[in-house]
């Protein structure tokens, strides 16, 4: 079995520095610390070494055009990353490379690896380990758990089970040094194929009481292509004493609005309430159960390829690569 094990910085490739952590591990001293022992063939290709809460979208092109060209030649990629935005890669990545014919496991460290106690160790031996399955697809693995790619978020910022894998079954878990894999997720048949299109004008807004429509006027006149709004509970867009329903019911012709929530499980249902049913009456596109990830990267990649609301809200509502369960 022949293994890519492209680094990209982050936590895990971290040393203490004079104004902190900094990056600096490459991908091969990264396997050395872990003292894991590999009877594979491992290739390191060292894309970037950076703190994770500097990756651009332009990065996640490179990423997806780096693995393509190379995914022939390997049994199974596995990518060092820091946690901050690694979910938002996991996801675009799923959108960019579509149909991968291996597994691709993304994974990283809540610790350094050169720390005690680090954490990094057992998710790199995780990611190692679900590609010997071979179960092709884009993934997180962290905290001896495998998650589907898409359906990944973080929800902790200083606990080692930092990700957890949100509206969708964990694909498998890592017990007494054994991977038991819990659930295949379906995958397409077809060609791998590559598309990093992509517009990265997305503006997220999170609802607050008081949220007036000028925030809504003033990003489409700066420019930007799609806007999510991160609702609360099940969904709404509040109309009493307020002019965003009103101001979001014009805006929606112009550009696509989402709406997503600010909970973490169970996604947005429209049709549950009058705020709701009314935020649909406006033109908001529901998100479903996607995560904020997902919903980022879905309409960024989408946007990338039309800008016509109509078809956009389509393609929102279809899932794609697995990223929703449906969407109300």
Same mark, same amino acid.
């Given at each position: ?129 679900? !590609? =010997?399955? $071979?179960?092709? @697809? /884009?993934?997180?693995?962290?905290? %001896? ?5 898409? +359906?990944? *978020? ?65 990003? !489409? =006149?700066? $420019?930007?292509? @799609? /806007?999510?709004?991160?609702?609360? %509970? ?5 109309? +009493?004493? *307020? ?66 609301? =109509? ?10 690569? %697995? ?6």
């Amino acid at each position: 079995m022949k293994i890519l094990m492209i680094g990209m910085g982050g936590t895990i490739a971290s040393i203490k520095g004079k104004e902190g952590y900094e990056s600096a591990l490459s991908a091969n001293e990264i396997l050395k610390l872990s003292g894991i022992r590999v009877s594979h063939e491992i290739e390191f290709l060292d894309l970037m070494n950076v703190d994770s809460t500097l990756i651009q979208p332009s990065d996640w092109s490179l990423l997806a055009e780096t693995i393509y060209d190379k995914i022939g030649e390997f049994d199974g990629v596995v990518i060092t990353h820091g946690t901050d935005t690694l979910a938002y890669t996991a996801s675009m990545l799923s959108f960019m490379i579509r149909n991968p014919p291996i597994p691709i496991v993304l994974t990283g460290s809540m610790i350094p690896m050169t720390e005690e106690n680090s954490d990094a160790p057992l998710n790199l031996f995780t990611a190692l380990k679900f !590609i =010997e399955t $071979g179960i092709r @697809g /884009i993934y997180v693995a962290f905290n %001896g758990k495998v998650m589907l790619g898409v +359906r990944t *978020s973080k929800v902790r910022t200083m606990h080692f089970d930092a990700f957890e894998s949100i509206n969708y079954p964990t694909i498998a878990k890592l017990s007494s040094g054994k991977l038991e894999v819990l659930h295949v997720p379906e995958v397409s048949k077809g060609e791998v194929r590559l598309d990093t299109r992509y517009e990265p004008k997305v503006l997220v807004l999170k609802l607050i009481p008081g949220l007036s429509g000028d925030i809504i006027r003033s990003a !489409i =006149e700066l $420019g930007y292509k @799609g /806007i999510i709004l991160e609702g609360y %509970g099940a969904g709404g867009i509040p109309y +009493r004493n *307020s002019d965003l329903l009103s101001t979001i019911s014009e805006a929606s012709r112009e550009i696509p609005i989402v709406m997503t929530t600010q909970a973490v499980y169970d996604g947005v249902d429209l049709t549950r309430y009058k705020v709701g049913r009314m935020a649909l009456k406006a033109g908001i596109i529901p998100a479903g159960d996607m995560t904020k990830e997902a919903t980022v990267t879905k309409l960024m990649w989408i946007l990338g390829h039309t800008r016509k609301v =109509e078809d956009v809200r389509d393609l929102m509502r279809k899932n794609l690569v %697995g990223e929703l369960t449906r969407a109300f």
